[in-house]
């Protein structure tokens, strides 16, 4: 049978490529190899409640996920995290992370939140951001260390950064994991804490992050849904081997593999470090003060928890709570760093939950579980990654009918995924 386009993997971004595709009246066929759609934006049932078993939120930069997801009709189902902040975990103790900032950067470096996880000297360090001159760093890392100093970049954004890349800030380009801030610190002369400020100012709600109720794979059965009612196809459990598997002139390749089924000798993409999450539901009353906000962030030195992350889910999204009910609670635990292959048992999510938490938590107390391990979900955003996306990005412009598009082109996260998926689709119509 001929196809008038075909998309290899069906994650969010080969979906939102096939949605334009059928939208531009194109019979289009999605191939996924994994046994349900949406990749790293999946959902799962523990305890009775569904849940996320992937990614639970969205950047909300430049309001291009929330354009998707009007068009999807699912726009009143957008949700804000609770206003209840959240923490970082450190050798010496806990601490909150900025209420007003970008990556664990802060936007007021004296305020009563920063001060009190930088300590007056650390703060004050901190602010000397305002009246430096503008500096030209090649790495996040490099970034915050000259602007603001090393207890920020220590305390708050390797904490923040390895828990939502699993990579470290002075491994990472500055435009790379936040492509809006190197334009934002030229316009605020060099200033790091103005230029946060600047981005924190302009996402929706004053949020830079937001969520979907119901989860947000419910983007994911939005979009399959959209894709065959136009007369789409989304097939999984199917491998594709070679670009003559199917007969079409148009693909679409939104998965790394692509480097592969072109035959290209460029390097391979960064697969990004394995990242395991450990789901909890808990009979816990006491969580019902939210005693670490949505969650906590835990800084490479700290030794006496094995997670990087915990979100306290039930906390986060006052929707999840009505769902779960008083004294019944979600939590989240993430593990592995860059260079580390971290396998994690319930015991273990348990004992780190209960320390994170500063709450007795045991096994009689927990209602369900489920640990689920991602690979290639975080590619990380180094300068050989970069060299190599650029040359299959080089290669592939000479090849009709042929593009490519998904996380290890755009940048993690749907704020990046979705436009470019958009455009790499609307470049084959």
């Known amino acids: 049978m001929a196809w008038d386009a075909v998309v290899v993997g069906g994650g969010v971004a080969g979906l939102v490529a096939a949605r334009e595709l059928v939208h531009a009246?194109?019979?289009t066929l999605v191939l996924e190899q994994r046994d349900a759609p949406g990749g790293a934006v999946a959902g799962h049932t523990v305890a009775g409640l569904r849940l996320d078993a992937g990614a639970e939120s969205f950047a909300t930069r430049g309001g291009v996920v929330a354009e998707l997801l009007d068009e999807l009709g699912l726009a009143a189902r957008v949700r804000?995290?609770?206003?209840?902040?959240?923490?970082?975990h450190l050798p010496h103790g806990d601490g909150p992370l900025p209420r007003t900032g970008l990556l664990g950067i802060p936007a007021d470096p004296l305020a009563a939140d920063v001060r009190a996880t930088l300590g007056p000297l650390g703060a004050l360090r901190a602010s000397l951001d305002l009246v430096l001159p503008a500096s030209d760093e090649a790495t996040l890392g490099a970034l915050v260390r000259r602007r603001m100093g090393t207890?920020?970049?220590?305390?708050?954004?390797?904490?923040?950064v390895?828990?939502?890349?699993?990579?470290?800030?002075?491994?990472?380009?500055?435009?790379?994991?936040s492509p809006g801030l190197p334009a934002a610190l030229r316009r605020e002369r060099g200033s790091l804490a103005r230029a946060v400020r600047s981005l924190r100012a302009s996402a929706p709600a004053g949020s830079a992050v937001q969520g979907i109720d119901g989860g947000l794979h419910v983007?994911?059965?939005?979009?399959?849904?959209?894709?065959?009612?136009?007369?789409?196809?989304?097939r999984c459990g199917a491998t594709v081997t070679s670009l003559e598997s199917e007969r079409t002139d148009r693909w679409v390749l939104a998965t790394p593999a692509a480097v592969d089924l072109l035959g290209l000798s460029?390097?391979?993409?960064?697969?990004?470090?394995?990242?395991?999450?450990?789901?909890?539901?808990?009979?816990?009353?006491?969580?019902?003060?939210?005693?670490?906000?949505?969650?906590v962030l835990v800084a490479r030195e700290s030794t006496d928890v094995t997670a990087k992350a915990l979100t306290h889910a039930t906390a986060k999204w006052g929707w999840l709570a009505a769902v779960a009910g008083p004294g019944r609670h979600v939590v989240r635990l993430s593990y592995g760093r860059s260079g580390q292959d971290v396998r994690p048992d319930v015991d273990t999510a348990l004992r780190d939950a209960a320390v994170l938490l500063g709450t007795p938590l045991g096994r009689d107390q927990l209602l369900g579980s489920a640990v689920v391990r991602w690979t290639q979900a975080l590619p990380r955003p180094s300068a050989e990654h970069a060299r190599v996306v650029a040359a299959v990005r080089a290669s592939v412009d000479q090849l009709p009918g042929v593009t490519v598009c998904g996380a290890w082109?755009?940048?993690?996260?749907?704020?990046?995924?979705?436009?470019?998926?958009?455009?790499?689709?609307?470049?084959m119509i």
Do not use: F, K
Not at 169 to 175: H, K, N, R, S
């Open 266 to 295: 460029v390097g391979t993409p960064d697969p990004g470090t394995p990242v395991t999450l450990v789901t909890l539901v808990l009979d816990a009353p006491a969580l019902d003060a939210a005693p670490r906000g949505t969650g």
């Open 80 to 88: 804000t995290p609770e206003p209840v902040g959240s923490w970082v």
């Open 409 to 427: 082109v755009a940048g993690n996260g749907l704020a990046s995924v979705v436009p470019q998926a958009r455009a790499a689709a609307r470049a």
């Open 162 to 177: 390895g828990g939502v890349h699993a990579a470290d800030p002075d491994e990472l380009a500055v435009d790379a994991v």
């Open 151 to 160: 207890r920020v970049l220590d305390r708050l954004v390797r904490p923040v």
């Open 219 to 234: 983007l994911v059965e939005a979009l399959v849904a959209d894709i065959e009612a136009r007369g789409g196809t989304v």
């Open 25 to 27: 009246g194109l019979r």
